[in-house]
């Protein structure tokens, strides 16, 4: 149980980032509505922000909640870490990623991934050239400026999430799995391009801990 809810944290990462909006359709083709999301995360160059976690079933039933913190910035440096009673932390150095569960004393290696078909969080750490080519956008406006984002792709994680701006300030971002579950990720206080320390997105296993390796 302990690594399906680790899993999900990383699927829905980080640093997921994704309100339906149903009025003021912006009546834009899919080309320009990429377009202007590129221009919203290319400017991010890091990202500094509490967050909250829910995960619901398909009946909208709670099933989980976390809280916690998240610090991203380009290229592919992340790092994510969550409250107790759920106490997990995720960094990426660009190159490796480490997944660290304190409760079991493990810590799990993998490569980091830049595949934004595989890993949605990419789009706010990685490169965005590939955008249209994974998903098909679209964007809606009211008090949000809300993009969609539909896979091309069969293998993708997810059968659609959103991401929600205030300005330039991403706000949050949902998520829906094959199963038909919901993750929404609300984002607060959050800080754009502020100087990020580098030691932020380098991990040190503790002494003790399992080292598992997933290449």
Same mark, same amino acid.
């Given at each position: 149980?302990?690594?399906?809810? @680790?899993?999900? +944290?990383?699927?829905? !990462?980080?640093? =997921?980032? &994704?309100?339906?909006?149903?009025? @003021? ?11 202007? *999301? ?5 400017? &991010? ?8 976690? $829910? +995960? ?5 039933? #709670? ?16 790092? /994510? ?16 990623? /480490? @997944?660290?569960?304190?409760? =079991? ?6 490569? %980091? ?8 969080? +990419? ?5 965005? $050239?590939? !955008?249209?080519?994974?998903?098909? +956008?679209?964007?809606? &406006?009211?008090?949000?400026?809300? %993009? ?8 993708? &994680? ?17 998520? /829906?799995?094959? @199963? ?6 609300? %984002?607060?206080?959050?800080? *754009?391009?502020?100087? #990020?320390?580098?030691? *932020? ?15």
């Amino acid at each position: 149980m302990r690594q399906a809810q @680790l899993n999900r +944290v990383w699927h829905s !990462l980080l640093l =997921l980032f &994704l309100v339906s909006i149903s009025t @003021l359709l912006f009546a834009e083709g899919a080309a320009d509505a990429a377009q202007k *999301l590129r221009e919203k995360l290319i400017g &991010l160059n890091t990202l500094d922000t509490a967050f909250i976690q $829910a +995960v619901y079933t398909t009946e909208g039933d #709670l099933l989980q909640q976390t809280s916690g913190h998240l610090q991203a910035a380009r290229p592919g440096q992340v790092r /994510w870490e969550t409250s107790p009673p759920m106490e997990q932390l995720i960094v990426s150095d660009g190159t490796t990623l /480490w @997944l660290f569960d304190p409760d =079991l004393e493990q810590v799990t290696v993998r490569p %980091f991934s830049d595949d934004l078909s595989k890993t949605p969080a +990419v789009l706010f750490i990685g490169d965005l $050239a590939a !955008l249209e080519q994974n998903y098909r +956008v679209s964007v809606e &406006l009211d008090q949000l400026m809300v %993009f969609t984002l539909i896979p091309l792709t069969d293998d993708n &994680l997810y059968e659609k999430l959103t991401l929600s701006f205030a300005g330039k300030k991403p706000t949050g971002m949902k998520l /829906w799995d094959g @199963l038909g579950q919901r993750t929404e990720i609300d %984002f607060s206080n959050a800080k *754009l391009n502020c100087p #990020l320390s580098p030691e *932020l997105f380098t991990f040190i296993p503790p002494e003790g801990a399992d080292i598992l390796r997933d290449e």
